[in-house]
RNA sequence: GGGCGGUUAGCUCAGUUGGUAGAGCGCCACGUUUACACCGUGGAUGUCGGCGGUUCGAGCCCGUCACCGCCCACCA
């Protein structure tokens, strides 16, 4: 007996241990023999993760994809795992032990440090793939992969010393985005800019030995419209600290302004005085001349303009800045470093980037102190000694030139803290090089991206690919596997054994050598995801199978990050496209709209939902509103409404059971007689196709919809209903067939559902499978249904007209606020063969549904009566003395109002020429016979409205 | 600065070979019926963002403008 109501949470605990025990998600479980693989990689969540919304909205659709494929037959395989996550986790670690002030990792050291990440995730990590258990995801979950496993290191490593080996990989010293507060390298893409208040200054750079020029302004004619002497130039700057470094002034090389002084040196305007250095003013194509003062000052380590211009001219490149972002406090005491300086600024001394690194030219005074407090002292000591430029007000009063600007700031996506250029030792890989195979994988539609556009967003990145700094400055992750020789020769190699050998080969005895402390960033062994899963590099027959797998589900979010490294990756590796089709859903917001963030608040915590509504009603919800190109705003009201449709469902169920529906053996629709009976196996035919269709095209919320109409709309509100008579009635032939084609529909019913709702389906399945015949499969397994063959037109007429008179006599008692209790007779009056033999078979239908007793035929419509058209017929209601006679003629007039219209437009249209002429026969067809029906229905009208006088 | 997406009922959203505008929620009215009030029946509601164009015909195609959102980008 199934219960009252259904109780998600014990259900769910329930059948999900049952599919375990059966071990029902197995990779090929449920296939039929030789079938197609269908492959799908999970994006691997953080260890550090818990489930969110997006979390769940992406694996419901792949968990639909993988129910329905496994329903077909096919050989399936989901692939789930997990990623180390080397920022966020080591972050978790080191909060955890400040909180619990302990040591801090740097005191134990890398070998205890690590062993307390790795107890840290056999402990606490991974939560999220139990929350996404209790989501139903049917992940092979014997097949759990983790970045860090041995099998997926090696993977890495592989990949690692060939690409080195191709020289696809290297080691340079360049200007990279540096996080000060994890004090790591981060790529590109792990930058955020965000718009932030700003300033910009401008200050005066005295020109060497007191010079002077005059600087003339011209208008477009040539005319000078300003001109003054000056012994300066003048530059503009959002970060004065940086001026310490500076290694020139720029201009452009057409700058007429500027021409009298190019090649001068000018000053730098800060610290101490006695050992202030001497800058070139030189020409470059990058400044702008048109902007600000057109003059640029060059700091070639701490800005990536400033960066290239300092390569273009063998300008030297200054650190200032330490690992914390503060202000160098290492080296030498300033006046020794100046000194050198100044010698390399007027070419006395040679320079290289080892040395100018090693050179610290901040001001002992500013040595030491954050970043922000140096650029107050460095402003307020310009300001002082009178180099800053100077407004001047209506009152006269002078102030400093400071503008008030918006500037786009470098945030870290983690740190949240503002990222500097800093110029470091870094590794990287040539992007441009593997980038090629994977645009042309999506040109020539190898690989497909769903919805299409993105793929545009994939090709805008991948042509414009830069260096992927791949190092990073953590402990948590893939150690890099190189390996430095005395003089810092790199050895790149699987192993220490293997890096000792080729040093000592190198030269030729044997050396110390020491390994690079730096790990891989979390993307590069991602990046390897759908193959080192499967085990590459051996040849495994899981890899065989299962790769390329078929379809990759992602958030747009992760576009770079992640498909298009495993394009490039995968190409490089294997030969082949990584998956076939990538399908992208959008990000989940709230109800307003709003991104979904801790700090607003406004978070919808998945499971949550799941413990109100249950895990199927969540589901559905999502897939339901997971429109292509859309984002999802999510409204309770939605996952409340599908917790009805469960409950719906649920309680279908019961009525067929009260019915004693799940007895029959042995069941062929193919043999139904009944029309009733007939049309709904042809219904349920065409919701299976729709749905299907709908799956196939990866239009989720369509698929949902169509299963969610038919069953509601059709099976409940109609079939069900109507049914009623049969079930009860005394034809015992009559109600065996009604019987078994109601458990048969429903057998269908759960089949359609299951990939969307799998856990109250499965239960139904297998409650219903008590009373009846036994279940020889799982849900889960059992195929996946295909009934179009079944349908009848001849019933889906007949139906067509029952649900039509039906419905008219309904709309036609509520409108003349007959009382719904009240039962009333009905005359058919003109009635054809047909509708006499119709109305016959389905009187005891149309008696309980539409209230009626008693039908009966007749020439004329009976006097006070309120008449339904339905096809040739009059379906009158005598209502006697409590009609209406104005109200009903006035509903009937404005029937007749609205055909009028409908007319006169189809009239309108084939009045005209040009539509006749051009318009498809098919179209044209089509108006007439609308137009026809609209006659006939009139004139129907007015015959009804004659009777009433 | 460049690119992409959105603008359809009170709300959240569907709507592709261009052919008479839809769902859910909410709202109004009525509740008879041994599945279900997490329900049933009936009903109301739209210059499909503005303007122009193509077409016999435009929510859909083209142009343009407005507003909203996102992505990318080095203006000191």
């Not at 219904?683 to 095209?697: E, K």
Request: net charge negative; aromatic share 8%; charged share 25%.
């Amino acid at each position: 007996m199934l219960d009252k109501t259904y109780e998600p949470t014990s259900v769910e605990a329930r059948i999900h241990a049952a599919w375990m025990d059966a071990n029902a998600f197995a990779a090929g479980a449920g296939a039929k023999p030789g079938a197609d693989a269908f492959s799908i990689v999970i994006p691997p969540p953080n260890v550090t993760g818990s489930l969110h919304i997006g979390h769940a909205l992406n694996n419901t659709l792949q968990d639909v994809l993988v129910r329905y494929n496994r329903m077909l037959g096919n050989n399936v395989l989901w692939q789930p795992g997990m990623d180390h996550a080397g920022i966020a986790t080591q972050m978790v670690v080191e909060r955890q032990m400040m909180e619990a002030q302990e040591p801090g990792r740097r005191e134990i050291g890398r070998d205890k440090f690590l062993e307390k990440v790795w107890a840290w995730k056999e402990e606490s990590g991974g939560t999220i793939l139990n929350q996404l258990r209790r989501l139903g995801a049917s992940c092979d979950w014997s097949r759990e992969r983790f970045t860090m496993d041995e099998g997926l290191s090696k993977a890495v490593l592989k990949v690692f010393v060939e690409l080195y080996d191709k020289d696809l990989i290297y080691r340079a010293k360049r200007l990279v985005n540096w996080d000060p507060h994890f004090e790591t390298a981060i790529s590109d893409l792990e930058v955020e800019n965000i718009e932030v208040d700003g300033h910009m200054w401008h200050f005066k750079y005295p020109l060497a030995g007191g010079e002077t020029y005059t600087y003339e302004e011209k208008d477009e004619d040539g005319n000078v419209t300003f001109s003054e002497v000056r012994d300066y130039i003048s530059i503009a700057t959002t970060r004065p600290e940086t001026m310490l470094g500076d290694g020139a002034v720029a201009v452009h090389p057409s700058d007429e302004r500027y021409k009298p002084i190019v090649g001068k040196l000018v000053q730098i305007p800060v610290g101490p005085k006695e050992h202030r250095r001497y800058i070139p003013i030189i020409t470059d194509e990058y400044p702008d001349p048109n902007f600000g003062s057109g003059a640029v000052k060059i700091t070639g380590a701490h800005d990536f303009n400033d960066y290239e211009v300092a390569r273009r001219n063998n300008i030297p490149l200054y650190a200032l800045l330490d690992t914390k972002g503060s202000m160098r406090a290492d080296g030498v005491p300033y006046a020794e470093a100046a000194v050198v300086a100044q010698a390399i600024a007027e070419g006395r001394e040679d320079f290289d980037d080892a040395k100018i690194g090693a050179l610290n030219i901040v001001p002992d005074d500013l040595r030491g102190l954050d970043r922000l407090v140096a650029r107050q002292r460095v402003i307020e000591a310009i300001t002082e000694e009178g180099l800053a430029v100077m407004v001047t007000d209506e009152e006269g009063n002078a102030s400093p030139l400071v503008e008030n600007k918006k500037i786009m700031q470098p945030f870290g996506d983690r740190s949240k803290v503002v990222i500097e250029p800093m110029l470091t030792d870094q590794w990287f890989v040539k992007a441009d090089v593997l980038a090629k195979p994977a645009i042309a994988s999506v040109r020539e539609g190898r690989t497909k991206f769903v919805p299409e556009g993105w793929q545009n967003t994939y090709y805008h990145w991948m042509e414009n690919i830069q260096p992927w700094c791949i190092s990073r400055q953590l402990w948590w992750g893939h150690q890099i596997p190189a390996w430095y020789g005395p003089d810092g020769e790199v050895f790149v190699a699987h192993d220490e054994a293997e890096a000792q050998k080729k040093a000592d080969a190198h030269y030729s005895k044997t050396v110390e050598i020491t390994r690079d402390e730096d790990v891989l960033d979390t993307w590069f062994s991602s990046a390897l995801w759908p193959f080192s899963t499967l085990g590459w590099p051996d040849k495994t027959p899981q890899l065989d199978t299962y790769y390329p797998t078929s379809t990759l589900v992602t958030g747009f979010d992760i576009i770079f990050f992640w498909v298009a490294r495993m394009m490039m990756m995968g190409l490089e590796f294997t030969g082949q496209e990584p998956f076939g089709t990538v399908y992208v859903h959008a990000l989940v917001r709230d109800e307003k709209g709003q991104k979904m963030s801790k700090s607003k608040g406004n978070v919808i915590d998945p499971l949550k939902l799941v413990d109100q509504f249950g895990a199927d009603a969540t589901r559905f919800t999502l897939a339901a509103m997971a429109a292509q190109g859309r984002d999802i705003k999510l409204a309770m009201s939605r996952v409340e409404g599908y917790r009805n449709f469960v409950t719906k469902i649920w309680n279908a169920a019961r009525f067929l059971e009260m019915n004693e529906c799940f007895r029959v053996e042995g069941f062929d629709p193919k043999t139904v007689s009944q029309p009733l009976n007939r049309w709904i196996i042809g219904a349920t035919g065409r919701a299976i196709a729709q749905t299907t269709q709908a799956i196939t095209d990866m239009k989720f919320n369509e698929a949902a919809n169509a299963a969610y109409d038919f069953v509601w709309g059709t099976f409940c509100d109609w079939y069900l209903e109507l049914s009623k008579p049969a079930l009860t009635g005394e034809d015992a032939a009559l109600k065996d067939e009604t019987q078994a084609t109601a458990a048969f529909v429903l057998d269908q019913i759960l089949k359609l559902l299951h990939p969307f709702m799998p856990f109250v389906t499965e239960e139904l399945w297998a409650e219903t499978g008590k009373t009846g015949p036994a279940r020889d499969t799982l849900l889960m397994h059992a195929e996946w249904p295909d009934l179009l063959s079944l349908a009848d037109a001849e019933a889906d007429a007949e139906l067509e007209w029952l649900l039509a008179v039906i419905s008219g006599i309904r709309s036609v008692r509520a409108e003349m606020n007959v009382p719904a209790g009240a039962k009333i007779p009905l005359v058919v009056v003109q009635a054809g063969d047909q509708t006499r033999s119709r109305t016959a078979t389905h009187q005891p239908a149309i008696e309980r549904m539409a209230r009626i007793e008693g039908v009966t035929f007749a020439d004329a419509v009976p006097a006070n009566s309120a008449q339904v058209i339905v096809g040739e017929a009059i379906h009158a209601l005598p209502l006697g003395d409590v009609i209406d006679l104005d109200a009903e003629k006035a509903r009937l007039k404005k029937d007749i109002d609205k055909l009028d219209g409908e007319i006169a437009k189809i009239d309108k249209k084939l009045g005209n020429e040009q539509f006749v002429a051009k318009a498809p026969e098919e179209v044209i067809e089509e108006q007439k016979q609308r137009k026809q029906t609209a006659l006939d229905r009139k004139e129907r009208l007015n015959t009804a409205l004659s009777h009433l006088g």
